[in-house]
């Protein structure tokens, strides 16, 4: 995939988080976007944010953490069928995983799910539903996104980034989140999941 910049993320979670998404819409008319998307989730590290969406595998990798901040690197986005050399050479490493012994030279979606991912206890897979509220805010970008996932939990969700730290630790501040806890999709999943304690 072509290069794509670093960008710092903030993200916090509550039940509701109306009074924030209202701070951030004084600053910017949102975009609507729903989506089925699946997680896979290593068990070995939380550095790793794998999804599937629109038939694509999408991974994201934390490179660094700065003042409170996540930094994070897209590195793979790719179409199923998946290619035997994208699974062995890509995905499992990204995961931190040994990858299997693959039958196949190409897996569509639901043969990777089953065939490849199912067969793995250190991979937990996770669906859900977004309805997500995006939000441009010139040097930074915002979202407000309600979750759903398919064992019927549900929350909220706020997450601002940008490739400028300062400029996001600005934003921070001014919609009120300092002090707040950042926590990344994958950590927020395995909490919700049971793999890992809750604060």
Not at 25 to 39: F, H, M, Q
Not at 72 to 87: M, N, R, S, Y
Not at 130 to 136: A, G, I, L, P, V
Request: charged share 30%; with cysteine.
């Amino acid at each position: 995939m072509a290069d794509i910049e670093s960008r710092y993320e903030f993200r916090v979670w509550g039940e509701s988080l109306a009074e924030l998404r209202e701070k951030i819409g004084r600053r910017a008319t949102p975009v609507k976007a729903t989506s089925r998307e699946t997680y896979l989730i290593s068990r070995t590290t939380d550095r790793c944010n794998a999804k599937i969406r629109a038939e694509l595998i999408d991974i994201k990798m934390l490179r660094a953490e700065y003042r409170g901040l996540e930094q994070w690197k897209p590195v793979l986005k790719a179409p199923f069928p998946l290619d035997q050399a994208i699974i062995a050479g890509q995905i499992f490493p990204n995961l931190d995983i040994a990858p299997p012994q693959l039958s196949k030279a190409r897996y569509e979606i639901e043969e990777f799910l089953s065939e490849v991912i199912g067969s793995q206890p250190e991979i937990a897979i996770a669906k859900l539903s977004k309805t997500r509220h995006e939000f441009n805010l010139i040097t930074c970008q915002a979202e407000y996104t309600v979750v759903v996932f398919d064992n019927g939990v549900a929350s909220e969700t706020v997450a601002v980034e940008s490739v400028d730290a300062d400029e996001l630790l600005r934003l921070i501040h001014e919609i009120g989140l300092d002090g707040a806890e950042n926590v990344s999709y994958v950590r927020y999943i395995k909490r919700t999941l049971g793999l890992a304690s809750k604060p």
